[in-house]
């Protein structure tokens, strides 16, 4: 069965400093990844996938993550963090079901605080 | 023109009571799924449909029913509520290669 590990609870970040959410998964074939971020009381909100090629991908916000299938890893990344980058940051696994779609499932979340 | 909306967004209600959250999207989606949330922000899957017809169910009590009268539509319902089942819950819908899109979440407190 597939499964996330996302080791870090609670992240603090000075704004303007770097910042890297880690990730690792456990699926037996290629993997589709996904990074998802929940601001207090709101939905998740898509901030980049990886599905095959590129093992770099860039996202929304700033954000861009990395594909380690070595290390089964794909670990968040912005160079420089806001205020407003304070949430709540998941990342998933994703598993082809036989009708087209994806089922999802979800690390433990690592919540990101920013300090001025 | 939200995406997926569902409602209530909040809900008290005591225990033993039945209740129903909606939820719809326009995205032109063909699978939806209700997500629980926990009080540690776990997300766990509960249910997913696609083209009306239930594809997953996950180890759910029986008292959760799911209904989806078109592919644009997934309700839940609650039938006797108990406390385990304060959370939050969210409705997303996808078609594959696109991640999924959430909808902004039902609070219910079971009192």
């Known amino acids: 069965a597939q499964s996330v590990t996302q080791p870090d609870i609670h992240i603090t970040v000075s704004e303007g400093a770097s910042l890297e959410l880690r990730c690792n998964y456990s699926?037996?074939?290629?993997?589709?990844l996904f990074w998802y971020v929940q601001s207090p009381g709101q939905g998740l909100q898509l901030l980049l996938k990886y599905f095959s090629g590129d093992t770099l991908v860039q996202g929304i916000k700033g954000f861009e993550a990395e594909f380690k299938r070595s290390q089964s890893s794909f670990n968040l990344r912005k160079p420089s963090v806001h205020w407003s980058d304070a949430a709540e940051y998941f990342c998933?696994?994703?598993?082809?079901?036989?009708?087209?779609?994806?089922?999802?499932?979800f690390g433990t979340g690592t919540r990101l605080t920013i300090i001025p | 023109d939200t995406a997926v909306s569902q409602t209530p967004k909040y809900l008290v209600t005591q225990m033993g009571n039945d209740k129903s959250i909606k939820c719809e999207q326009n995205l032109g989606h063909d699978t939806m799924y209700w997500y629980k949330q926990d009080s540690k922000k776990f997300l766990k899957i509960m249910f997913s449909?696609?083209?009306?017809?239930?594809?997953i169910n996950e180890t759910v009590p029986n008292r959760f029913s799911p209904k989806s009268p078109d592919k644009a539509h997934l309700n839940l319902h609650i039938n006797s509520l108990e406390l385990g089942d304060s959370a939050v819950y969210f409705c997303a819908s996808s078609t594959l290669g696109l991640g999924y899109t959430f909808g902004s979440g039902t609070r219910l407190t079971v009192v």
């Open positions: 699926y037996g074939a290629t993997p589709y």
């Open positions: 998933a696994v994703g598993e082809e079901s036989n009708f087209g779609n994806e089922k999802l499932t």
């Open positions: 449909y696609n083209n009306k017809e239930l594809i």
